[in-house]
């Protein structure tokens, strides 16, 4: 029986080594404390919930067994590092979570020393753990490094690039496999099947019945202790064999809940000497805290909740969120055309394609957390005829950079790129932040570029994608719900490369590219009331640039503004270029872009964000009287 006392476990420690003489009933207590401090910060702070829930038996027994930071742990996401914040000293924060200065939503090298590796987007931790040990052994550093991916981050081509290296390399190199069998929603892929029939595989049964199974097959070191131990799990022969093939000493599958499984293993794994080795672990999403337990979707994110009934906070809107609008506009799209196709990279209902599927499920493909392999599928599909439109967050989509120029761009593919969470995206910080498409899709030749202003634009843009056959297009949107506009119940096709006056003024011109253009109009409206007239106008396309409107603007007026959600290389740079080469600089006319600046901003709610970066109304009227040498009407008017 464990020793109870009135004061928490967690409250005793500021930091692992402070547990590492825990006896395993403490340890069992503090695993059941983290998860409801978890549980009880993300309920007021919103968050993802499920996968921490699923590791905190993992993350206490990685702390205890590893002696951190000294031995490199690289949580793979970092969505799931909930517990290992509060156990590395950050209890007292978590409800800062997300916030405007507090903890951020992932790993940080910034936060924590216990943090060796900053993480976001999926699959790098193998990679970065491969760095690591070899740049430690070159350092003559002796120490571990532990690297935990999920099963649904384990679909990507980067984790696999990484084992072979790993794996060629002999590296001492500890990578956990963390199967819950989800991604964000189910698994999809040969992979997802494999991993399934090794847990099912007789070696899975027999260690949860807690039979000693031991092969002979083991390193010197390991076979030692697995001796010594009545739990060690080593699949059968045959079990792992992929794993083995890529050079990876395979062990598992073992329980991940339970430490009487997982600390003899992780010892014996810790005091192995040699090669790189991959321990399958089988956790549950959501694991301890029913109402996870129970949804669909495990709650991988979450909104504020409450948590005795699990229910989330929904704040009443009054517009459809772009995301839906997209997916029912696309659905009235392949209605009447069915060539039509949908294609995500694992990411169904946040890209709104679950809708789709559920009545096109023969031309929706989920492709795994592969936005590089969506993109060249999505090209080979155009080939045969097909008109794809691959759905990818913006900064997902970095990650397919080569392929839309050499896949697609080059040979004047028509694939639709539908480009979500375009801009700042808040809470989820920098490496979510979809600030770069316009300018690294602006680059590239052939490519067709827009931006919705309000939802009802988005539908006309998906319209206008669906008809565009000449080469690819891409249209991009933000998080988040629309301006309660009304919707068309069929888009209308855009002339390519038209933009459009708003309302006309004489004086100082706004051109918006995208969403910002409601704080343009508000911006107008004090400059009006200022007595300079200002005309806004929605450009809709940044490649081809109406070229035509914005000559007309320039002529027309004093002072000219761009604005956009974008960093520099986009709209206003593209604007920039045409201005200057035209000789429309050479005159009186005063250029203003205005953009997302050259920094990665912190997470903070959209709204700060944007005003941070001088993008609001009140920052754009700023602008604007600088421009024509008016400042001293700022202070006035703001
Ligand atoms: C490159 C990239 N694409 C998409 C995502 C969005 N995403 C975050 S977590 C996740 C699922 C990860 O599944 P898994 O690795 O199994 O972890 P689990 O949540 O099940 O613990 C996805 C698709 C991402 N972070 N990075």
Not at 186 to 202: C, E, F, I, K, N
Not at 376 to 389: M, Q, S, V, Y
């Amino acid at each position: 029986m464990s020793q109870k006392t009135n004061t928490p476990l967690l409250d005793k420690i500021s930091k692992p080594s402070e547990m590492r003489n825990f006896s395993l009933p403490q340890l069992s207590d503090l695993c059941s404390e983290v998860r409801n401090e978890m549980i009880d910060a993300v309920s007021v702070t919103g968050g993802h919930l499920g996968a921490g829930l699923g590791v905190v038996e993992l993350s206490v027994a990685l702390h205890y067994v590893f002696n951190t930071p000294d031995d490199r742990l690289i949580w793979d996401v970092g969505h799931q590092s909930y517990p290992h914040k509060i156990l590395t000293g950050r209890k007292d924060k978590m409800r800062s979570l997300r916030q405007k200065d507090g903890l951020s939503g992932f790993t940080n090298r910034k936060e924590s020393e216990y943090d060796p590796f900053g993480t976001g987007h999926s699959s790098t931790s193998i990679s970065a753990g491969l760095g690591m040990a070899v740049g430690s052994e070159l350092n003559n550093e002796i120490r571990n490094v532990v690297a935990v991916i999920g099963d649904g981050a384990m679909s990507a081509g980067m984790a696999y690039e990484a084992m072979n290296n790993a794996g060629a390399m002999d590296a001492r190199l500890i990578v956990i496999l963390n199967d819950n069998d989800m991604s964000i929603a189910q698994p999809t892929g040969a992979m997802s099947s494999y991993l399934a029939r090794l847990v099912s595989s007789p070696g899975y049964r027999s260690v949860r019945k807690g039979v000693k199974n031991i092969t002979e097959k083991l390193p010197h070191a390991i076979h030692k202790r697995a001796k010594q131990t009545e739990e060690f799990a080593r699949g059968l022969l045959g079990a792992g064999t992929l794993f083995e093939e890529m050079g990876f000493y395979y062990v598992g599958p073992i329980n991940g809940h339970n430490l009487d499984h997982l600390l003899p293993v992780l010892r014996n794994v810790r005091d192995a000497k040699n090669g790189p080795i991959l321990v399958h672990v089988v956790t549950k999403k959501g694991k301890g805290y029913e109402p996870a337990e129970n949804a669909l979707d495990k709650y991988h994110g979450v909104g504020k909740f409450n948590v005795v009934t699990g229910a989330q906070d929904k704040t009443p809107s009054n517009a459809p969120s772009y995301t839906s609008v997209f997916s029912s506009s696309l659905i009235a799209e392949a209605k009447k055309d069915d060539k039509i196709v949908g294609i995500h990279a694992a990411m169904p209902s946040g890209t709104g394609l679950d809708k789709f599927e559920e009545i096109y499920p023969k031309r929706c493909f989920d492709v795994g957390i592969a936005e590089q392999h969506a993109v060249t599928f999505a090209a080979g599909l155009a080939c045969e005829g097909l008109k794809p439109f691959v759905a990818i967050y913006s900064s997902f989509l970095q990650r397919s950079y080569d392929q839309i120029v050499h896949d697609v761009a080059i040979q004047k593919l028509p694939v639709r790129f539908a480009i979500d969470r375009a801009g700042f995206v808040g809470a989820d910080g920098p490496t979510h932040a979809g600030n770069y498409d316009s300018a690294f899709l602006g680059a590239v030749p052939n490519m067709a570029l827009m931006a919705a202003s309000n939802e009802a634009e988005l539908r006309h843009m998906v319209a206008t994608a669906a008809a565009y056959d000449e080469g690819p297009i891409a249209f991009r949107y933000p998080r988040g719900e629309g301006i309660g506009v009304e919707l068309p119940t069929i888009g209308k096709i855009l002339e390519i490369g038209k933009g459009h006056i708003v309302q006309e003024g004489s004086k100082i011109a706004i051109l918006s590219y995208g969403t910002q253009l409601e704080e343009c109009k508000k911006a107008a409206k004090i400059l009006a009331s200022l007595g300079l007239s200002t005309t806004v106008a929605d450009a809709r396309f940044m490649k081809p640039l109406d070229t035509d409107l914005i000559t007309q603007l320039a002529k027309n007026h004093e002072t000219l503004l761009s604005v956009e959600t974008a960093s520099i290389g986009g709209f206003g740079s593209h604007v920039a270029s045409f201005l200057a080469l035209s000789g429309l600089l050479d005159g009186n006319l005063k250029f203003r872009p205005l953009m997302i600046p050259d920094r990665f901003d912190e997470h903070a709610s959209v709204d700060d964000l944007y005003q941070a970066a001088g993008l609001d109304h009140k920052g754009i009227v700023a602008s604007a009287l600088k421009s024509i040498g008016q400042v001293n009407k700022i202070s006035q008017i703001l």
